[in-house]
């Protein structure tokens, strides 16, 4: 058995040299209509159409700022000088000095060169409970080999049998810091991923964004063109059902299959299905319709969009609702919510680890505890903007963001029945798309977001004048009544104008936002969502689309593994990209 001793002292971020880095450097387009023209070229091309992107990230360039080391949260009990049977230490890149062997690496090989680990030892640490027994296994080494294992995709055999391959697992065994004579079992492995809770893997993706932010490749204020350099960062909402590794065998399972037998209720039953009496000896412990390796998984129906019972009953969207309705999908098992950190610079997102709950929870009920959690944990990170889809768009998120974040809403519209009646819209003083009316019905006209005020200013620019009928009239024969309104007066070109902030005219929250809705502004902003839903399509890459193991836990730790990988490959990739391009 080996026996290494690790001392408490290990490679970590030094601020220095984070607020040094060339990374800091980066610019994306000079111009917003630069940047708009070039929305339709693929994400590669455009990283290097960007100043400074090959001169920065090709490998020739990055070599000498390596290794890229992580930092470790003030919280974390520090690591004491132990005997273990690995050590995994960084190693220098002696053997990539020509391109072919560059290009002979595979992107876990690449992170392995670009990051320095160490500083994970006392956060992977925490699962120990004593400094008894025999010497352990590098806990860095246990869990960079499980994140191989995630990135590959095998199977704990599959994993196991690749690190003992003689050839193939050499230089993992090397890197990863095991000795070929002394190697973990395969019940070790699983033991350790086992014992490692969930916050202990989400602190190891914070340790690698809080990284990432001090060497500026994670921005830390707006990257759009044309906005104020003081203004926040942008933040993507997006949720991602995971189907549980148990398969279904009741949609109405939920915790009372598990209470014991005398106290049990069938929820089947009382929604008028079949169900099961649990009166055999198969039902002792639960329901034997119950799936005990994954009793937080629940079942949702997802219809394919994101309307409320008001706008899916409209008239305007009936044939809408029969086409989603013959597109739906059948989910049993869990919700990953992500905040994705959106880069202009880099035409990129950053997931920040977010909410891991049951199928069934509605996706605005954990924005709020999401980004209290997210402060928490990035308490210097300033948001100014605030993107998803028409299910964050709740009265209670949109207060949270103006009032807490103090950030932009762009979040689509939730639809009501009311919007449809003309009479209501000029009553309360804006039309169907939240644009403020003018007291005869005709829209107002944006003038521009004030951010220091949080208000938005609208005017009528006596519309009045130019156009023949109201936008929005109670009848088709009502009578125009603008003729002797006082602001068609010449000397007052700009007409009549209101302000509008938290709320509209009448106090509501629902249509309330900071731009007028399919203005230039607001769809060149709202259309970077397609960054966040890339999301969904990297977790899908990593088959984490059905969680690998049972479990809400586990499942959530695969998830978090996945934003780790997402956010370490996202450099490796600039790397691969920017030496590609310079042939260096």
């Given at each position: 058995?080996?026996?290494?001793?690790?001392?408490?002292?290990?490679?970590?971020?030094?601020?220095?040299?984070?607020?040094?880095?060339?990374?800091?450097?980066?610019?994306?387009?000079?111009?917003?209509?630069?940047?708009?023209?070039?929305?339709?070229?693929?994400?590669?091309?455009?990283?290097?159409?960007?100043?400074?992107?090959?001169?920065?990230?090709?490998?020739?360039?990055?070599?000498?700022?390596?290794?890229?080391?992580?930092a470790v949260p003030e919280s974390i009990p520090p690591w004491r000088p132990r005997r273990c049977r690995s050590y995994y230490r960084w190693l220098p890149p002696h053997d990539l000095d020509s391109s072919t062997a560059?290009?002979?690496?595979?992107?876990?090989?690449?992170?392995?060169?670009?990051?320095?680990?160490?500083?994970?030892?006392?956060?992977?640490?925490?699962?120990?409970?004593?400094?008894?027994?025999?010497?352990?296994?590098?806990?860095?080494?246990?869990?960079?080999?499980?994140?191989?294992?995630?990135?590959?995709?095998?199977?704990?055999?599959?994993?196991?049998?690749?690190?003992?391959?003689?050839?193939?697992?050499?230089?993992?065994?090397?890197?990863?810091?095991?000795?070929?004579?002394?190697?973990?079992?395969?019940?070790?492995?699983?033991?350790?991923?086992?014992?490692?809770?969930?916050?202990?893997?989400?602190?190891?993706?914070?340790?690698?964004?809080?990284?990432?932010?001090?060497?500026?490749?994670?921005?830390?204020?707006?990257?759009?063109?044309?906005?104020?350099?003081?203004?926040?960062?942008?933040?993507?909402?997006?949720?991602?059902?995971?189907?549980?590794?148990?398969?279904?065998?009741?949609?109405?399972?939920?915790?009372?299959?598990?209470?014991?037998?005398?106290?049990?209720?069938?929820?089947?039953?009382?929604?008028?299905?079949?169900?099961?009496?649990?009166?055999?000896?198969?039902?002792?412990h639960h329901c034997r319709r119950a799936t005990p390796r994954d009793p937080d998984a629940r079942y949702v129906y997802y219809e394919g969009h994101n309307r409320t019972q008001a706008e899916a009953t409209s008239p305007d969207n009936q044939r809408q609702e029969k086409r989603a309705s013959s597109q739906g999908e059948h989910h049993f098992g869990y919700k990953s919510k992500a905040f994705n950190i959106l880069d202009d610079r880099l035409f990129t997102y950053w997931p920040l680890s977010a909410p891991f709950v049951a199928a069934n929870r509605n996706d605005h009920l954990q924005t709020i505890p999401g980004f209290d959690d997210l402060r928490r944990r990035f308490p210097n990170l300033n948001i100014g903007e605030v993107t998803g889809d028409a299910g964050e768009a709740y009265d209670d998120v949109l207060r949270y963001i103006y009032d807490d974040l103090g950030a932009l809403r762009m979040l689509p519209l939730r639809r009501h029945k009311v919007d449809e009646d003309p009479v209501a819209c000029l009553r309360r003083g804006y039309d169907a798309q939240g644009t403020p009316l003018c007291p005869?019905?005709?829209?107002?006209?944006?003038?521009?977001?004030?951010?220091?005020?949080?208000?938005?200013?609208?005017?009528?620019?006596?519309?009045?004048?130019?156009?023949?009928?109201?936008?929005?009239?109670?009848?088709?024969?009502?009578?125009?009544?603008s003729t002797s309104c006082p602001y068609r007066d010449p000397q007052r070109p700009l007409g009549y104008s209101r302000r509008t902030g938290l709320t509209l005219p009448d106090g509501s929250l629902r249509l309330a936002r900071d731009f007028k809705l399919d203005s230039p502004s607001w769809s060149l902003r709202l259309g970077r969502q397609s960054y966040a839903e890339s999301r969904n399509a990297n977790q899908s890459r990593r088959h984490l689309k059905r969680s690998p193991w049972f479990g809400l836990d586990n499942s959530a730790k695969a998830n978090y593994m996945g934003d780790i990988l997402t956010n370490a490959l996202n450099l490796a990739r600039f790397v691969r990209e920017a030496t590609a391009a310079t042939g260096a």
């Amino acid at each position: 058995m080996t026996s290494i001793l690790i001392p408490t002292l290990f490679p970590h971020l030094n601020a220095d040299v984070g607020a040094h880095a060339p990374f800091h450097q980066l610019s994306g387009f000079s111009s917003r209509p630069a940047f708009k023209a070039a929305r339709l070229i693929a994400a590669h091309e455009r990283r290097l159409m960007s100043e400074r992107f090959q001169a920065t990230f090709s490998w020739q360039a990055i070599r000498p700022h390596l290794p890229l080391c992580l930092a470790v949260p003030e919280s974390i009990p520090p690591w004491r000088p132990r005997r273990c049977r690995s050590y995994y230490r960084w190693l220098p890149p002696h053997d990539l000095d020509s391109s072919t062997a560059f290009a002979a690496l595979d992107d876990f090989d690449l992170i392995l060169r670009l990051f320095d680990f160490s500083a994970w030892r006392p956060i992977l640490a925490q699962r120990f409970t004593n400094y008894l027994g025999p010497p352990p296994f590098d806990p860095v080494s246990l869990g960079l080999l499980t994140l191989l294992g995630r990135w590959r995709n095998w199977g704990w055999s599959t994993l196991y049998t690749e690190l003992l391959h003689r050839s193939r697992g050499h230089d993992y065994r090397r890197l990863l810091g095991f000795e070929s004579q002394d190697l973990p079992g395969l019940s070790t492995v699983r033991m350790a991923m086992n014992q490692t809770k969930v916050s202990v893997w989400r602190q190891c993706a914070d340790s690698l964004v809080h990284a990432l932010m001090a060497y500026g490749l994670i921005p830390t204020a707006t990257t759009l063109p044309g906005d104020s350099p003081h203004q926040g960062v942008s933040i993507a909402l997006d949720s991602q059902l995971v189907d549980a590794r148990s398969r279904m065998r009741c949609s109405k399972m939920c915790a009372a299959c598990f209470l014991p037998r005398s106290q049990r209720t069938c929820a089947a039953q009382a929604a008028g299905k079949e169900g099961w009496d649990c009166d055999t000896q198969a039902c002792r412990h639960h329901c034997r319709r119950a799936t005990p390796r994954d009793p937080d998984a629940r079942y949702v129906y997802y219809e394919g969009h994101n309307r409320t019972q008001a706008e899916a009953t409209s008239p305007d969207n009936q044939r809408q609702e029969k086409r989603a309705s013959s597109q739906g999908e059948h989910h049993f098992g869990y919700k990953s919510k992500a905040f994705n950190i959106l880069d202009d610079r880099l035409f990129t997102y950053w997931p920040l680890s977010a909410p891991f709950v049951a199928a069934n929870r509605n996706d605005h009920l954990q924005t709020i505890p999401g980004f209290d959690d997210l402060r928490r944990r990035f308490p210097n990170l300033n948001i100014g903007e605030v993107t998803g889809d028409a299910g964050e768009a709740y009265d209670d998120v949109l207060r949270y963001i103006y009032d807490d974040l103090g950030a932009l809403r762009m979040l689509p519209l939730r639809r009501h029945k009311v919007d449809e009646d003309p009479v209501a819209c000029l009553r309360r003083g804006y039309d169907a798309q939240g644009t403020p009316l003018c007291p005869h019905g005709y829209t107002l006209a944006f003038n521009g977001h004030d951010y220091d005020r949080q208000q938005s200013k609208w005017l009528c620019r006596q519309r009045c004048r130019h156009q023949l009928l109201p936008d929005v009239r109670p009848s088709p024969d009502a009578p125009d009544t603008s003729t002797s309104c006082p602001y068609r007066d010449p000397q007052r070109p700009l007409g009549y104008s209101r302000r509008t902030g938290l709320t509209l005219p009448d106090g509501s929250l629902r249509l309330a936002r900071d731009f007028k809705l399919d203005s230039p502004s607001w769809s060149l902003r709202l259309g970077r969502q397609s960054y966040a839903e890339s999301r969904n399509a990297n977790q899908s890459r990593r088959h984490l689309k059905r969680s690998p193991w049972f479990g809400l836990d586990n499942s959530a730790k695969a998830n978090y593994m996945g934003d780790i990988l997402t956010n370490a490959l996202n450099l490796a990739r600039f790397v691969r990209e920017a030496t590609a391009a310079t042939g260096a």
